[in-house]
């Protein structure tokens, strides 16, 4: 599970570049960059960081509550599902943000509901170190969202 969130995260870093060389090339050649402002390129940049690594945690997490569930303790299934979940959400705004994509806002006000309720699932188990480390993130990961759309005028 986590080479597949490098591969995708290193993937989506090198889209992110060839959308900055595009962009930096049209506005030397006098066109409209799809860019955002400096301002809310640093907040997205924030923003891919913090889903990335929640994603790489929450995988992490998932294969911690897989081992969990196989000595015999049922409830971290529901754990299980909604850090797989969770992980895939935020890798996918993790990739959408680091290129400043169009879809940028609505997947991460999406990742900001699902990181608050895997957070809030993990932290039914926050006795355990891997699941305190999960909510954690998830909470930094939902705040990074929140603070991206903020900072893009959007309410949270």
Known sequence: MMSRVLIVCGLCVLAAGITAVADDA???A???????????????????KACGQCALVCDMC?????????EGKK???????TCQDCASVCAA?????ARSGPFSEDICKACA?????CGAECDKHASDPMMKRC???????EKACRDM???????H
């Open 75 to 81: 409830d971290h299934l529901t754990t299980l599902k």
């Open 62 to 70: 998932a294969a911690h509550c897989a081992k969990m569930v196989a």
């Open 135 to 141: 909510a954690d993130e998830c909470k930094a990961c």
């Open 93 to 97: 705004a993790a990739c959408v943000t």
């Open 113 to 117: 509901e699902v990181c608050k309720k």
């Open 30 to 48: 006098g066109g409209n960059p799809t860019a955002k402002p400096d301002m809310h390129a640093a907040h997205m940049e924030q923003c891919a």
């Open 26 to 28: 049209a506005t030397k």
């Open 149 to 155: 759309l903020g900072a893009m005028g959007h309410a």
